[in-house]
């Protein structure tokens, strides 16, 4: 880091010597564009977006940022803080890396971090209906929120159709046997249209 | 290279309109107009061409793939949360069960953040012994992938050959740790053990004969017309949208880019050995495929200086905190058993902090990211898991192909889902 980072609130080293940068969340976008697009910066990789949270409940969410500069064989970590007790959204960087794309869906899944600007923002790794809550989370025990025979009431329970996304449920004929909170989402128009129920 | 169409004049003998004796051509009736109604069609999780429990929602125009939507999660087991519950020693076994075609290269990946986290520096033995692992790793991953998607596009002997060296390599390392899958082999620190006397023997014999394999291999498929047909041109990424898409490993280097983390911010003293970094040229199926079969050859060269260079020395550091006392010693040695006792009990404590080590994997750059809070549990254990990003390039390679090569391409992915979901 030659030069100021535009909008950084602080630099720290971590211990394998790489350069971490926190950001102010709502300058995250800019102070990536400038690290992607600048000459002499040119981090056009990214490695990797996580996101980490403490044991110590009073300290800050922090979502971090691996970028790489395959030109300049360079590595720097962006981190922006955000509050448990505040709303957990930070912009997407999908417009600059299409490598976003999964890497924030996993971190929407397992933290209930929300990326402002994903295009296709639901979860990943666990199914759509997932009530437990976001698995990475602290106060999400390790065996899950459920007992086991809660799980699978719920497992048999579920509608078959409930396994494809509500953007695929719009090209298939399928909007008849939806379960209720589906259809809701689909009828405010979430993603996709309302398929037509058979028959109608 | 571009495919090419070849025009023949069909044509039978037969009878013109007037009844005379003419050559009609063969041509079909017009297809009907069947509407541009699109088919959404369920690929897996229980199918055997994609390569474990991958769920590919596909929307066909006819037979053109409009849409690919991948389901994943199948396979999710929460390591990443169960690390949070484990001592770093503890960590090791989770990582054999993520990429398990390449679980030794996973236990030297999980081992290095650990030791970049607490500042250890590993014997020269051990770093070497490392990429002795790292690169069988890379041998049995590139052979299970050459064999299981020469099956996926018809081609059966190559299996076989692929299987039976991916064999080999799993006898020495049930020699070397006791179990061919589930490994552990790494500890922070050092090994769980050091090779045994034949080892290096056996070693040496495999890295002679290897390449006949490679060359036969080489031989069946590279130069096949079906293969080509099937392979090239299909799939295709530029080295941008590869960038851009975070792809990794032999999918990067495919597509022209020459990034490889041994070269460009090496570990285990990699930049000390002599090997090529292998880059292709159009970034299709079939680079992908000549990649990884000429990065078996160089895995075999740098096992060769290896073995030529192996030091003699300990394995372990010497540091009674962090590396378990030998059972003897702990049962005739006071401080030797309180040391056993303090890591058997609570675990060797890292320093408040965190460590990123990316190392190349086979497929693809696998990093480990470690934050402590001083405690002898990390507070966040993540993976960066090669396969999950490549795979996240699926769709926008496969739209526009047919479905049969939409196997073709997923396959070039080289996808484990056990590291896909972890």
Known sequence: ?200 | MSKRTVELELATPGVDAAGRPARVPLTAAAEPDLGSEHLLMNMGPQHPATHGVLRLVVELDGETVVRCIPHLGYLHSGFEKLGEYRHYNQIIPLTDRTDYLSPMANNVGLALAAEKLMGIEITPRCTVLRVIACEMSRIISHMVWLGTTSIDLGAFTPFLWAFQERERIYDLQEMWTGARLTTSLTRVGGLMADIPDQFAGKLREFTRTFPKTLSEIDRVLTRNAVWAGRTQGVGTLSAAEAINHSLSGPMLRASGVPYDVRKDKPYLGYETYDFDVVVGEHGDVFDRYLVRLEECHQSNRILEQALDRLPDGPINVDDPRVILPSKTRAMSDMEAMIFHFKQVMEGVKAPVGEAYVGIENPKGELGNYLVSDGTAKPVRWRIRPPSFINLSALPKMAEGHLLSDLVAINASVDIVMGEVDR
């Open chain 1, 1 to 200: 880091m030659t030069s100021p980072v535009p909008g950084a609130l602080r630099t720290e080293v971590a211990r394998d010597g790489e350069t971490i940068v926190f950001v102010a969340p709502e300058r995250l976008l800019e102070t990536m564009k400038w690290l992607k697009e600048t000459p002499g910066q040119e981090f056009d990789y990214l490695v990797d977006v996580t996101a980490v949270e403490f044991r110590d409940r009073e300290r800050p969410l922090q979502v971090v940022y691996f970028l790489r500069s395959l030109t300049r064989k360079a590595d720097v970590r962006v981190k922006v803080e955000l509050n448990a007790s505040a709303e957990l959204a930070v912009d997407s960087v999908y417009s600059l890396w299409h490598g976003a794309d999964w890497l924030e869906r996993e971190v929407f899944d397992m933290f209930g971090i929300t990326f402002r600007g994903h295009p296709d923002l639901r979860r990943i790794l666990m199914w759509e209906t997932y009530a437990e809550g976001y698995p990475l989370r602290k106060n999400f025990p390790l065996r899950g929120r459920f007992s086991r025979a809660e799980q699978v009431r719920q497992a048999l329970n579920a509608n078959p159709e409930a396994h494809y996304s509500m953007e695929e449920l719009s090209i298939a004929d399928a909007g008849g046997d939806l379960p209720e909170d589906m259809r809701e989402r689909l009828r405010r128009g979430e993603r996709g249209t309302i398929p037509e129920p058979p028959g109608a």
